[in-house]
């Protein structure tokens, strides 16, 4: 459908396609680079120095990987497709046991939680709602982990499967110790079950359990200096240089060619999903629409950047590079382990350090620790706050030793969640978020939720920001997990703390901000006044969400490049490249092909005559919505660079889904974006919207 659709509306001028833009030279339709490439089907091996299997046409590579930092060379077996490990012998933390006064065993306290819990549920103690029940049952369970917590997760676990919440074996993997059961012990244990935690945690079981809590009254008295009047965005130079953006690349070293890749659950292209000469959808050598990023995807997407962003010859090289989180694949967690995290830090940083020139600035992503998602506030009694110190020391001990950050700043990431602050060598100063403390997913978030800062992250942004504006220096923020869109996937209150610190800093000092996350090519407004008045006037900065090069799910592989300023920071232009997916199984001795998507000016300026010198800024985008509002061709143009010109995306020619589409694009925290219609926010399944 998207091909197709998006040859119509070249001729309605709201696309400027790869043969046509590059026809005048110096115009706003110029190409960065070249129209397309071609990725040569032969395997980089000189990208690593040793490999256990070498790439093969129909085998992916296994390298033997050595980590600079931890002296290791990571085994076989970690990778290898057809032996993935599912037990890990990784540490597992639990809260200090306190108070069992009668001296009761564990294993009784075990039994009598369970069938107090079992009471509540078939409604055996009188409560009525839903939410009352799943209150009462935690504070159960708060007891149990405090007076025996390393029974918990055998509690939840069978729980989970005599009440049916889940498959035998999901509850297994869910609630074992080393997956999630040791972090829901923690949880009980030190939450406030019968307040404002106990209704995040029911709602994130079920809303039909308890509804997700409104933000709390937020108070901002002492957290920053006044604004200062009339605050302006800076003058521009006039000077542009080239920046890219890269997000979610989603490694999967144990990819199996030939294995079924139109699985019914979970990742597939894995052995384990059906032996090869079953698969009804062989997975091809460069991966499949259910499927993470095999090695020769990874490594297609690297060789094709210079070319395509014009960036491959010796004095045209980007000036930096983003990178907004997520590494790892989307692996079940029983069969994630600390090494195979580490495994994936060091094969990608090593992978981008061999294409791109000049500093990256990553982020980590929700996908990048074990257990998935999870990240504990130092603010945590004992070693409980310390859990994920590995992680931190690694990855930021990778940045300094490729070259990205300095000893010092290396250093700084270790100690605040491997979140840092950098000046650039063009005066720009990075400013990065661990976004884990505002995820949905990281359960260890429902202890305090009533404090929007409980890991001191937005401290150290503030701070940060203040010398920022006092020094005169424009900033960018990076993150993994989005501030809004539609308000899902962040939790209320600390991104409406985000909201309010990006109002107070911009647009003077904050020129932009990005997230990934999504895996969609996706937009977002932040206003001032918390967004209660939405019009081109109060628009103040632009949330750019970059696309993956991952194609999971029902998107094609893609990233992005920026043309700035180097006076404001300002974003001139975005081009977007992909990969269409869908023609890896019929290619015949060539590489996938990355084209020319669009550029960002080309495709909207025209709907609002934005002038050719101007920034995309806010401004530009709020100008966009307001045309979108008017124009559904522009509602689908946009709609089908969201999932990177995918056959698989759904339409949006609805009036619900336009209405929705520019209401997730004004949303910049989670409450306002769960203020919006819910239903079309991702392209990588049917909308379900009402009214669709």
């Not at 009188?126 to 504070?139: F, M, R």
Request: charged share 15%; aromatic share 12%; proline share 8%.
């Amino acid at each position: 459908m998207a091909k197709h659709f998006l040859v119509a509306l070249i001729s309605t001028g709201y696309f400027v396609s790869s043969t046509q833009a590059g026809a005048e030279v110096g115009t706003e339709s110029q190409l960065p680079g070249a129209p397309s490439f071609v990725v040569p089907s032969a395997f980089p091996t000189s990208v690593f120095s040793s490999y256990y299997l070498k790439p093969a046409a129909t085998a992916e590579p296994q390298p033997a990987l050595y980590d600079p930092i931890l002296n290791i060379t990571f085994p076989l077996n970690l990778t290898d497709p057809t032996t993935i490990p599912n037990a890990t012998d990784d540490p597992v933390y639990y809260p200090e046991a306190v108070g069992n006064p009668s001296n009761t065993p564990p294993e009784t306290l075990l039994q009598n939680a369970l069938n107090e819990v079992k009471d509540i549920i078939y409604n055996e103690t009188g409560l009525s709602s839903n939410c009352s029940k799943c209150i009462a049952a935690l504070s159960v369970g708060k007891t149990l982990a405090q007076q025996a917590p390393e029974y918990v997760p055998d509690a939840l676990v069978s729980l989970c499967q005599a009440t049916g919440f889940a498959s035998n074996t999901t509850c297994r993997n869910n609630y074992a110790p080393g997956s999630w059961g040791a972090i829901w012990t923690q949880v009980l244990a030190l939450a406030d079950v019968t307040g404002s935690d106990g209704q995040y945690i029911c709602s994130s079981l079920s809303t039909t359990y308890c509804p997700l809590p409104s933000a709390a009254p937020l108070n901002t008295t002492g957290l920053w200096k006044p604004k200062p009047a009339n605050a302006t965005a800076p003058k521009p130079s006039g000077q542009r240089k080239k920046v890219l953006h890269l997000s979610d690349f989603h490694l999967d070293p144990r990819y199996q060619v030939a294995s079924e890749a139109n699985c019914s659950s979970g990742l597939c292209c894995r052995y384990t999903d059906a032996p090869t000469s079953q698969a009804i959808f062989p997975a091809p050598l460069y991966g499949s629409y259910k499927c993470d990023t095999p090695y020769f995807l990874a490594l297609a997407a690297l060789q094709s950047i210079g070319a395509m962003t014009g960036t491959n010859g010796y004095g045209s090289e980007p000036a930096f590079t983003i990178y907004t989180g997520d590494l790892v694949s989307h692996d079940a967690q029983n069969q994630m382990s600390r090494e195979y995290v580490e495994y994936t830090e060091t094969s990608i940083y090593s992978m981008l350090k061999s294409y791109i020139k000049n500093p990256i600035f990553p982020v980590l992503g929700n996908h990048d620790s074990t257990p998935e998602n999870i990240d504990s506030p130092y603010s945590l009694p004992g070693p409980l706050g310390k859990q994920f110190s590995w992680n931190y020391d690694h990855v930021s001990s990778l940045w300094q030793h490729e070259g990205w950050l300095s000893k010092a700043d290396a250093e700084e990431a270790a100690i605040h969640y491997a979140a840092y602050s950098v000046k650039t060598h063009l005066g720009l100063r990075i400013i990065t978020l661990n976004t884990d403390f505002w995820y949905r997913s990281n359960y260890l978030n429902f202890i305090n939720t009533t404090d929007p800062d409980v890991s001191g992250s937005f401290k150290f942004m503030i701070d940060e920001l203040q010398m920022a504006e006092d020094a005169g220096e424009r900033v960018w923020i990076l993150g993994h997990v989005l501030s809004g869109w539609d308000g899902t996937n962040p939790l209320p209150n600390p991104t409406n703390l985000f909201y309010q610190i990006v109002d107070r800093y911009s647009p003077h000092v904050i020129a932009n901000v990005f997230w990934g996350h999504t895996h969609e090519d996706q937009v977002l407004i932040y206003y001032s006044n918390n967004g209660t008045m939405q019009n081109s006037s109060t628009a103040l900065t632009t949330g750019w969400i970059g696309p993956s090069v991952t194609p999971l799910t029902n998107i094609n592989s893609g990233y992005r490049m920026y043309e700035i300023d180097t006076g404001s920071f300002e974003i001139m232009d975005a081009y977007t490249f992909y990969s269409d997916v869908n023609t890896y199984s019929s290619l015949n001795g060539t590489g996938p092909t990355y084209q020319f998507e669009y550029s960002t000016r080309a495709t909207y300026g025209p709907s609002i005559s934005w002038p050719e010198d101007a920034p995309l800024n806010a401004t530009f985008w709020h100008g966009v919505t307001e045309a979108m509002e008017k124009n559904r061709t522009l509602v689908e143009v946009f709609n089908t660079f969201q999932g990177k010109s995918s056959i698989k995306s759904p339409n949006c020619t609805s009036d619900a889904c336009a209405q929705a589409k520019v209401c997730y694009m004004r949303s910049g925290s989670a409450p306002i974006g769960r203020a919006c219609p819910q239903g079309f926010a991702s392209v990588q399944s049917p909308y379900l919207g009402k009214n669709f």
